[in-house]
């Protein structure tokens, strides 16, 4: 008997371009999980307004970040991919679940805590109770995996707290959603400050890849990378630029890092990262010449949001509507 495929749920935020960080680390998993699970995919355009977003460019935002996804290999044929805003029961659940989490637990998110000081002059309510609309996201979907990276790792615990609350009230309403840790996938850094993960919003853009840099450019910042005084291509401790350039070569060509420390015995930095740049050229290549191809097809990109949203919005009210008459709440048909 053929065993039932485990249910993978996750989401990104539109928030501007992706970089070769988002990819490695998540979205290149995403691709492969496709096969072995049943996955759904959203893009998290609600959560992105618990910070003040430029109308024309949000939304050109949400059209490239859906274009992207096709382009690094999603495929709504086998996974829905849907625009969170276009499923009405998210900000539905998500009310709901904000009166069964408490201040005490979003107030130590540490997420929150940094979000609010970075944009002091919008602390607003939204940014507060996300990990509720985040909750929200998964339960819906009876998920039993969440791919995250360990900036998402609290907010899954929060919805697992609040799944398990819910459901000592209500009997089993959620399935409690276990983390996915990827077996591949490095957390990349920037190639500027390596201990620091990659990130669009660094100060440095020479740290940054992203997904649509043209060839010179990424190999000029690869060869600005930072690296060490010692001149030795080995995975080590201190070694926190050539590890970071490792673990890049090692995700795009799948070789183990002793592959890739003979490979590049005796040879200097400069042909190392010249190696690693051409690598994520190649890599990026096809997807920035997918992206170009769904940018120009806004009917295609429709046609597969809508579809996907239908879908979801199917599955997903079993779920609010069972969880809503626990409560009490009256059904209307
Ligand atoms: N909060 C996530 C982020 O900023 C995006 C996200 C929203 C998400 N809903 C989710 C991730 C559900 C996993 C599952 O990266």
Redesign the pocket.
Known sequence: MEEKKKRV?????P?GTITLGNYLGALKNWKFMQDEFDCIF?L?DL?TITVRQEPATFRKNIYDAYASLLACGIDPEKSPFFI?SHVTTHAQLAWVLNCYTQFGELSRMT?FKDKSAKHADNVNAGLFT??A???A??LLYQ?DM????A??KQ??EL?RNIAERFNGIYGNVFKVPEPYIASKGASVKSLQDPTKKMSKSDENLNGCIMLNDSPDIIMKKFKRAVTDSDSKIVYAEGKDGINNLMGIYSTITGKSFEDIEAEFEGKGYGDFKTAVGEAVVEELRPIQERFVKYSADKAYMQECYSKSAEFAQKISQRTLDKAMKKIGFVPHA
């Open positions: 749920f996750s989401a990104i935020q928030s959203a998290a959560h969170q997420q996300y990990p609309l985040m909750a996201d998964i998920a969440v791919p995250v990276g900036d998402q907010h899954l919805s």
